[in-house]
C-alpha cells in the first residue's frame, strides 16, 4: 500500500473513492479499483493489480471480483450489527446493575442466570454464590410455584408482596415483580424478577394507621368528655 508503480486510489480528500468497478489497463499491470457498497453508500474500496506479465482478466474473473465485493460489504453490515448489538447489551447490563431494586432472571428449571448488585445487597449474598442455584434456596418453593403457573397461565407480569428473610440479614417486606421471558417461537424461555424493598413503606404506613387510630380515639373521649 502507498509504495510501486502502481499506486492507484489513495484515501484523501481529492480522489473519491470510484462509483464503480473500474479496470485500468498500464503498460505493465492492470489494476482494478472498486467501491465496497453498503445501503447505497460506499464504505470503503478494494483496489486489485496484475503485474504485465499475468493475462488479463477475464470476465468471469471480473463477476467472481463483484461476488467478493458483495460479501465485503456483507460482512461489513455484519460487523456494524455485532457492534450495535454489543453496544446495547452493555447499556441494558449497566442499566440493570445500577438499577436500585434487585434484579433477577430464571431459566427454565428455577435456576438463577443472573443478579444485580441491589440483590446482592438486598439479599446479602455474591452473584458468584447465587448464579445457578435454584430459586426456592430464595423464595418460598410453594409459593414460587403458585406464581410461576399465574404467570404461565396468565402470559403477562405477575406482582405479589411477600416477606423474604435474607441469610444474615432482616426479614424484608418486598413487592416481586414476575415476568415472563420468551424464546424462540414465543414459548417460555424463563422468568425475571424484580424485587422492591416495601419494609420502611409499609412501617411508616402503619405508623400513619396508628396515629389515626389513636386521632379518632381521642376525638370520641373528647366527645364523650
Known sequence: YGSGPNLGWQPDESTPIPAALEVTRLTN???VLAPIMLQGQAVGGLK???EGSQEALTPVELDLLRLLLDSIALAVYNSRLYGEVASTKSFLENLVQGAGDAIFTLDIADHITSWNTSAELMFHAPASA???QPIWTLLPRELYGQWRTEVERRGQSVQVYTRLSPSGGT??????TLS????PHNTLAGLSAICRDVTEERQLRGQV???EKLRMVGEMAAGIA
Open 130 to 132: 447465587m448464579l445457578h
Open 29 to 31: 499491470a492492470q489494476v
Open 180 to 183: 415472563p421471558l420468551r424464546g
Open 48 to 50: 486489485m493489480v496484475r
Open 171 to 176: 426479614p424484608r417486606d418486598v413487592l416481586l
Open 209 to 211: 394507621l396508628q396515629a
